[in-house]
């Protein structure tokens, strides 16, 4: 399961977060062609009259542009800049979170500072950063503009400002004697301590790094002598303690090679996780954001005493896969039942279980589900090595669906529409909740009408977010894809304007654009676990996801 920050319904937060990491899929810079274009030519105009390099904010956010960027630069330590584009949606959540951010920050350091800038007016800045989705979020330290940091916290004002003042200020606490390192230890849940002979040394380093990443916990570090003797160690050590599960866990540093600040992130992420969550509005950021690449779900409801047992033999299975697949209970009659649709479920089906991969969103099901601690470690281990095959969601085919102007594609008849090799057929993949799908809805049934009595032209659409297919992954919508008439199963992206129009003239041209030559790639045969979209490997994030 994958993140965000102030939430929507948590519908539309698992389209976000099992469609890739916390916001981790930003909008293409592609995502509202029209729009950008209309904003950007109308900013460009305003733009010619800025010759001031005058700091203006709003909402206690800097407001910048390439004539003040280099003044904020010079004026701000530590300056956190989001590129974003007036129409994106995430960067219109993300908005008010940056606000509330900016607000405590400004008000604790004068040194620290948010500032934005328009990456669709200010397109020297956006070129000169490398700015390809939105919002994107960059760190400026001490003035210098050209090794900018890559943020990596959670896209909410808490998290912001965590992640901030973690690198503001001292990211480790220097524990000197027993009395202090077990006052640091007891007074949280989780703290981390690094246990180095050289507090200067390579290894020390990396722990600092991993430090200023891991911004939920405690970090205390100490050289001293007592502590090593006190806490059983002779080399250098990070010990994560915790107030659950085994309580402790160290990570001993290898002499020859040394401590890798990035694997130590990760290890200390997953091991700050309980061995199996439990699904909530606490807890959704850590599942999200833990980057274990699978998920183990069972879903039950809590109110019932039978299900609840359930939950010890889950637990048995969870300790042979920590880090690889993470294990989580989803509470059916709770905070779980806003996710139940995302996997086709209803209250009435628990207790079930489902396993899921975060890169592609499959899902996994057992054939008749079995809850022992043996069957669940049994059926995770063989998803993992290719075994089983993805449970693909399908609604049923509504009536006369192939008899309107824009033929109706649900998974079960996705292949035989879509792959016909005597149509060229047209499909756009949507959800319910889009805004930019529900705006070019008008010119789409123009377009079936438009083409209804062609023999050889076909044009559909499929609600993506509750039909899946094996060999295509929809990662952004509306995503349009064109599948040519003859042999080959053969596939074209579409990319350019939404409108009836330009629509016609690809159709018309046989699936490309003068201007704009779309890539043809071939999917594959039914198999599972491939997937060829585009050259990337997958399709652009676009819109409002």
Partial sequence: MRGSGARLLWLLVLSLAWLGPAWGDSEGLEGKEEDGEVVAEEEEDEDDDVISDELVEEDSVLVLHEHNFARALSEFSLLLVEFYAPWCGHCQRLAPEFAQAAARLRNGSEAVRLGKVDATAQTGLSTEF?????????????????????????????????????????????????????????????????????????????????????????????KADELFEAYGLSVDTVCLFKKFDEGRTDFPVDPAQGLNAAELTRLLRV????????????????IFGANIPHHMLLFLNKTVEEQLALRDDFRKAASNFRGKVLFVVV?????????????????????????????????YQMAEDAFSATAVRDFVQAVLDGKVKPHLLSQTPPEAWDTRPVKVLVGKTFEQVAFDETKNVFVKFYAPWCSHCKEMAAAWEELGERYK?????????????????????????????????????????????????????????????????????????????????????????????
Avoid: C
Avoid at 277 to 283: C, I, L
Avoid at 348 to 363: G, Q, W
Avoid at 492 to 506: A, G, L, N, Q
């Fill in 331 to 363: 509470d059916v009659d709770g905070y779980g039942a806003t996710v139940l649709s995302f996997f086709g479920l209803t209250p009435a089906d628990a207790p079930t279980l489902r396993f899921i991969k975060m890169e592609n969103n499959r899902k």
């Fill in 130 to 222: 490398g700015i390809h989705a939105y919002p994107t979020l960059k760190l400026f330290r001490d003035g210098n503009r050209t090794h900018p940091l890559a943020y990596s916290g959670r896209m909410d004002a808490e998290g912001i400002v965590r992640w901030m003042q973690r690198r503001a200020g001292p990211s480790t606490t220097l524990l000197q004697d027993t009395d202090t390192a077990a006052a640091f230890i007891n007074a949280q849940d989780i703290v981390v301590v690094g246990f180095f002979k050289d507090l200067q040394g390579e290894a020390a380093q990396a722990f600092y790094e991993a430090a200023g990443e891991v911004v939920d916990v405690a970090f205390g570090v100490t």
């Fill in 453 to 545: 009595d062609h023999e050889d032209i076909v044009i559909a659409e499929m609600d993506a977010t509750a039909n899946e297919l094996e060999n295509l992954t929809i990662r952004g919508y509306p995503t349009l894809h064109y599948f040519p008439a003859g042999p080959g199963r053969k596939m074209i992206e579409y990319r350019s304007t939404r409108d009836v129009e330009t629509f016609s003239k690809f159709l018309e041209n046989g699936g490309t654009l003068p201007e704009e030559p779309p890539v043809v790639t071939k999917t594959p045969e039914n198999s599972t676990g491939t997937e060829e979209l585009s050259p990337s490997g997958t399709a652009e994030a676009r819109d409002e996801l």
């Fill in 271 to 286: 091991h700050s996780l309980e061995l199996v969550m439990e699904f909530s509005n606490e807890t959704s950021s850590h």
